[in-house]
């Protein structure tokens, strides 16, 4: 199964899984030897704390790895933009309850930051929108009952 990412999400993933294996990796190599330098390791905090980092940061690079290696980057430029909602667009919204506007960026779950507008394909509001158009009304399944948005653009960022 195929991991759709933006080009800055794939990009933010290949970061971190640099950072884990030319910093992180080794520091933690480092407190682990560190560490057995002390001794008895039956009652060693630190060496403790190594290990569990250790396993994290492992963990992390096969997870990283795994959704690089299965990733299908989308870049929406390249997209035909003809108005649709689709993976990797930015839409402007208008609730039609309450005339609040909002700008969603449609990510990969990984790269979902509500905070910043990006919200996941796999959210209510994306499999909403996904296939409509400008105009359209979509109904969207918020914890609050239904709403209905109105799409007032589709940008191809």
């Known amino acids: 199964m195929s991991t759709p990412l933006?080009?800055?999400?794939?990009?933010?993933?290949?970061q971190e899984l640099h950072q884990l294996k030319t910093v992180e990796r080794p520091s933690v190599i480092n407190a682990i030897s560190e560490?057995?330098?002390q001794g008895d390791l039956s009652e060693n905090a630190e060496y403790d704390a190594a290990k569990e980092?250790?396993?994290?940061?492992?963990?992390?690079?096969l997870e990283l790895e795994a959704k690089l290696s299965t990733a299908?980057?989308?870049?929406?430029?390249?997209l035909e933009q003809d108005g649709r909602v689709?993976?990797?667009?930015?839409?402007?919204?208008?609730d039609l309850d309450t005339?609040?506007?909002k700008i969603y960026?449609?990510?990969?779950?990984?790269?979902?930051?509500?905070?910043?507008?990006?919200?996941?394909?796999s959210s209510p509001i994306s499999r909403a929108l996904i296939g409509k158009s400008v105009g359209?009304?979509?109904?969207?399944?918020?914890?609050s009952g239904p709403r209905e948005v109105e799409i007032l653009e589709v940008r191809y960022l």
């Open 53 to 61: 980092r250790q396993g994290f940061i492992e963990g992390r690079i």
């Open 86 to 94: 689709v993976f990797g667009v930015t839409v402007e919204l208008e």
């Open 99 to 101: 005339s609040e506007r």
């Open 72 to 78: 299908q980057i989308i870049d929406p430029r390249s």
């Open 6 to 14: 933006t080009i800055e999400g794939a990009e933010r993933l290949k």
């Open 35 to 37: 560490a057995r330098a």
């Open 136 to 143: 359209d009304v979509a109904t969207v399944q918020a914890p």
């Open 105 to 121: 960026k449609i990510v990969g779950d990984d790269e979902a930051d509500l905070k910043v507008g990006k919200i996941s394909i």
